[in-house]
């Protein structure tokens, strides 16, 4: 969540704190007037750019969901605390095995 919260021009703990009460990602980037679509696509760039093996399609994907993810609503298969874990668990299985990516704008 760091590399977001840079390109959104906030803190990690700030973005924590907005997804704790309840935005999504695309509604913090809104209010930090980054489109979702920039969002998303710097995102599944730097997803790649740790994970050669990751296609555009797989990098979009994921990327897709974690932006537009409502935190607390019905179709949210987690809480932000454990996006973070699902995040850190995904870029650990890497083959790089870093555990963040950055984004740019």
């Known amino acids: 969540m760091s590399a ?3 390109m959104l021009g906030t803190s990690a703990t700030d973005l924590q704190s907005s997804l704790a009460s309840g935005q999504s990602l ?3 980037a809104s209010s ?3 489109s979702q679509s920039s969002l998303i696509s ?10 050669p093996n990751l296609t555009t ?3 979009t994907q994921i990327a897709t969901q974690m932006v537009t993810i409502v935190p607390g609503s ?7 605390s454990t996006q973070q874990a699902s995040a850190s668990t995904w870029s650990a299985g890497t ?5 963040t990516f950055a984004v740019s704008a």
């Not at 710097?42 to 994970?51: D, F, L, P, W």
């Not at 019905?74 to 932000?80: A, R």
């Open 4 to 6: 977001a919260a840079q």
């Open 26 to 28: 695309a509604a913090v």
């Open 32 to 34: 930090q007037g980054v």
């Open 42 to 51: 710097a995102m599944a760039s730097a997803m790649q750019g740790s994970n």
């Open 57 to 59: 399609a797989q990098a």
């Open 74 to 80: 019905q179709s949210e298969p987690w809480t932000p």
């Open 95 to 99: 083959q790089q095995g870093a555990s």
